[in-house]
């Protein structure tokens, strides 16, 4: 027996053919599909963009403010802004080609096929490297409006670089962003436009400016974020459709994201309101000094009674001397009539 078996020639090794094993294939599937896979990845570079995007807030408190280094600063951030939609793009890639070779591996298992390669020289391996590189030569080629105006994550951070330096001005259309040429493909450079922003700094929910306003990544509305959050966990389905009329998006905890530029804008409102108020104030406060002024100043009877008394018999004596011209016979006035019929007759010299 042992002697028959030592007689019997061993296959030479090959390399064994895919498809991948189920048990492979659950692995790939949770590395594609868990938080700690390839979409932690992508959601830690999205949220690297959100901390770039408040960085530019904050970098420039006040928008009047020049520095040299500041503008370096900005220039720096919003190159490093683009790296990271990159490298957001290339692990999204990586994780639609997993999905796909998975995919299909996983019905060919389920069909019983034979094991199979899609390439005698690559494998599996080398098919998901060839998927990638051609993805990456198709990214390359794209101008920077149709690679950076599409990203969610960019917009945002090019909203709050733009408010940093430019708080009074609308942000202009995407299609003005970039240079002509910048990548190597032509950029649309129609003349610039400058977008009629439409937002209203109120809560549609409070009917209170916002305090603390969170934004849809789904749609474009905003709300305060206790009254959004709160009627979303009194939901039974852990959301709600958006509560702004016409809006048919459903919203989650998860779309909801901070929004500070909205919330710069807000506080940047309420200080000019109250500044407005308080030089409407200050110029009725003038007027009514104004007025009191030039009431004062105008001859009345407390100031004709302000001149001395010796002035006031003199322009007695003067009207007595008229009135009784030719007369001999004598007035006795005592002082006091004298002085009330001398302030009487003063006022009345000055009024004629």
Not at 53 to 61: D, K
Request: glycine share 4%; proline share 6%.
């Amino acid at each position: 027996m042992s002697d028959r078996t030592s007689h019997i020639a061993i296959p030479a090794y090959e390399k064994p053919l895919l498809p991948l094993t189920a048990k492979e294939i659950q692995s790939l599937t949770a590395l594609i599909n868990t938080r700690s896979g390839i979409a932690k990845v992508s959601d830690t570079i999205a949220s690297a963009i959100t901390v770039l995007g408040n960085a530019t807030l904050e970098l420039y408190p006040d928008p009047e403010e020049e520095n040299e280094g500041k503008e370096k600063a900005m220039t720096d951030m919003e190159r490093l802004a683009r790296e990271l939609v990159d490298e957001n793009k290339r692990a999204l890639d990586m994780k639609e080609t997993l999905e796909s070779i998975v995919d299909a591996q996983r019905q060919a298992l389920m069909r019983g096929d034979e094991p199979r390669e899609s390439s005698e020289e690559q494998g599996l391996s080398g098919q998901y490297e060839s998927i990638l590189v051609a993805k990456k030569r198709h990214w390359d080629a794209m101008s920077n409006t149709e690679k950076y105006t599409t990203s969610p994550e960019y917009l945002d951070f090019r909203r709050s670089h733009w408010e940093a330096r430019n708080p009074e001005v609308p942000l202009p259309p995407t299609r003005t962003w970039f240079s002509s040429g910048a990548s190597g493909a032509q950029d649309d450079e129609s003349d610039i436009e400058i977008a009629q922003e439409r937002q209203s700094y109120k809560c549609p929910l409070t009917l209170r400016p916002f305090e603390d306003p969170v934004r849809s990544t789904v749609c474009p509305h905003a709300f305060e974020k206790g009254a959004i959050e709160d009627m979303i966990k009194r939901s039974r389905l852990n959301g709600v459709p958006c509560p702004t009329p016409g809006c048919t998006k459903m919203l989650t905890l998860r779309v909801l994201k901070r929004d500070s530029v909205l919330k710069r804008k807000v506080a940047r409102a309420l200080a000019l309101e109250k500044r407005n108020r308080q030089m409407q104030e200050d110029e009725s406060e003038e007027e009514e000094e104004e007025a009191s002024g030039e009431e004062e100043a105008q001859p009345g009877p407390s100031s004709r009674r302000g001149k001395s008394k010796a002035e006031l018999r003199k322009i007695k004596i003067e009207k007595g001397a008229k009135k009784f011209k030719g007369s001999k016979k004598p007035v006795a006035v005592s002082s006091e009539e004298e002085d009330e019929e001398v302030d009487a007759d003063a006022m009345d010299e000055e009024e004629d």
